[in-house]
Nanobody, 124 residues
Framework: QVQLVESGGGLVQPGGSLRLSCAASGSFFSINNMGWYRQAPGKQRELVAS???????NYAYFVKGRFTIVRDNAKNTVYLQMNSLKPEDTAVYYC??????????????????WGQGTLVTVSS
């Protein structure tokens, strides 16, 4: 069983900054891709940023230059540094990870997991 625990959300003024954290725990061999998604009311869930195990990052166009995703493999944690926040960044932010398990049937398998979400509100 694996778990993703998020923290760092809250209320911030436009132009402000927040740092989101997502810590993975449980029994697994490794974690491949990790990412942050967000979902605003009435909108579809969308990718904000993702990062490979080796640290190669990918960003949605609407956050490029403002957000930075990093991961600490030793701590099984991924972070999202959010700067220059805008009201349209308001959403529930979800952590996602692809866990690699040792299969009892032989070999390995990859399972997708999600955090509970943390609310980011950008408002004056």
């Amino acid at each position: 069983q694996v778990q993703l625990v998020e923290s760092g959300g809250g209320l911030v003024q436009p132009g402000g900054s927040l740092r989101l954290s997502c810590a993975a725990s449980g029994s697994f061999f490794s974690i491949n891709n990790m990412g942050w998604y967000r979902q605003a009311p009435g909108k579809q869930r969308e990718l904000v940023a993702s990062i490979t195990q080796a640290g190669s990052a990918n960003y949605a166009y609407f956050v490029k230059g403002r957000f930075t995703i990093v991961r600490d493999n030793a701590k099984n944690t991924v972070y999202l540094q959010m700067n220059s926040l805008k009201p349209e960044d308001t959403a529930v932010y979800y952590c996602n990870a692809d866990f690699v398990y040792d299969s009892v049937y032989g070999g390995r398998l990859t399972l997708d997991a999600w955090g509970q979400g943390t609310l980011v509100t950008v408002s004056s």
